[in-house]
Nanobody, 120 residues
């Protein structure tokens, strides 16, 4: 079991920045993969940015956020961040932190979500 607590959402003007934080109840090293997803009204939840701790690791981003968003981690604090720069109105969504653990199958854990609203 992993508990995830997000923070850092809010209202920002287009072109501005926000940093989201996700504090995990377990060591990040014990988690197979972590990432940030978002869901806008009427749309499906989509991966924004994520990384894996296996196979040498790796980070991936949605095409729509490449060059603007950066995912990072503080292993000592078991915290993952999402730095969001050059925000656009289309980035408005509820952002969720996700952790995947590997058991007999892959288990997904989600945070409660944090609202990001970008005004144009």
């Amino acid at each position: 079991q992993v508990q995830l607590v997000e923070s850092g959402g809010g209202l920002v003007q287009a072109g501005g920045s926000l940093r989201l934080s996700c504090a995990a109840s377990a060591s990040i090293f014990s988690i197979y993969a972590m990432g940030w997803y978002r869901q806008a009204p009427g749309k499906q939840r989509e991966l924004v940015a994520g990384f894996t701790n296996s196979g040498g690791g790796g980070t991936n981003y949605a095409d729509s956020v490449k060059g603007r968003f950066t995912i990072s981690r503080d292993n000592a604090k078991n915290t993952v961040y999402l730095q969001m720069d050059s925000l656009r109105s289309e980035d408005t969504a509820v952002y969720y932190c996700n952790a995947k653990l590997v058991a007999k199958t892959i288990l997904d854990f989600w945070g409660q979500g944090t609202q990001v609203t970008v005004s144009s």
